[in-house]
Nanobody
Framework: QVQLVESGGGLVHPGGSLRLSCAAS????????MRWYRQAPGKQRELVAG???????NYADSVKGRFTISRDNAKNTVYLQMNSLKPEDTAVYLC?????????????WGQGTQVTVSS
C-alpha cells in the first residue's frame, strides 16, 4: 500500500505563487506517472499537470506558462510550482500516482490540499 501526503496549499493573492508537494511513502516498487488534478466546487475534476518517470511533462492549457510540475525520484515526491495565480485557480488540488511493477499497476490519490486565490 502507498500513502500520499500533500502539502503547500493555502490562501494567496492574485498574482502570487504557491508550491505544492506530494510525498509517496509505504511499500513502493516503482512510481510511473505522477499527476496533479484539481476540483473546484460544482465542477468536474480536471487534470492540471502530469510527469512521467522519464520527466516528460504535460499541462492543461489553462495553466501553461504559469505552472511547472517536477519530481524527485529519490524522494518519491512530485511538486507543482504555481505562479501568477488567478482566482479561477481556486480548488482542491489532488495528487495522483501510478505505482507498481508491470503488469500489476495501482492508482493512488492523495487527500487533497486547498488552494484559494483571493484578494
Amino acid at each position: 500500500q502507498v500513502q500520499l501526503v500533500e502539502s503547500g496549499g493555502g490562501l494567496v493573492h492574485p498574482g502570487g505563487s504557491l508550491r505544492l508537494s506530494c510525498a509517496a511513502s509505504g511499500r513502493i516498487r516503482s512510481i510511473y506517472d505522477m499527476r496533479w488534478y484539481r476540483q473546484a466546487p460544482g465542477k468536474q475534476r480536471e487534470l492540471v499537470a502530469g510527469i512521467t518517470s522519464n520527466g516528460v511533462t504535460n499541462y492543461a492549457d489553462s495553466v501553461k506558462g504559469r505552472f511547472t510540475i517536477s519530481r524527485d525520484n529519490a524522494k518519491n515526491t512530485v511538486y507543482l510550482q504555481m505562479n501568477s495565480l488567478k482566482p479561477e485557480d481556486t480548488a482542491v488540488y489532488l495528487c495522483y500516482v501510478i505505482e507498481g511493477a508491470t503488469p500489476t499497476l495501482k492508482q493512488y490519490w492523495g487527500q487533497g490540499t486547498q488552494v484559494t486565490v483571493s484578494s
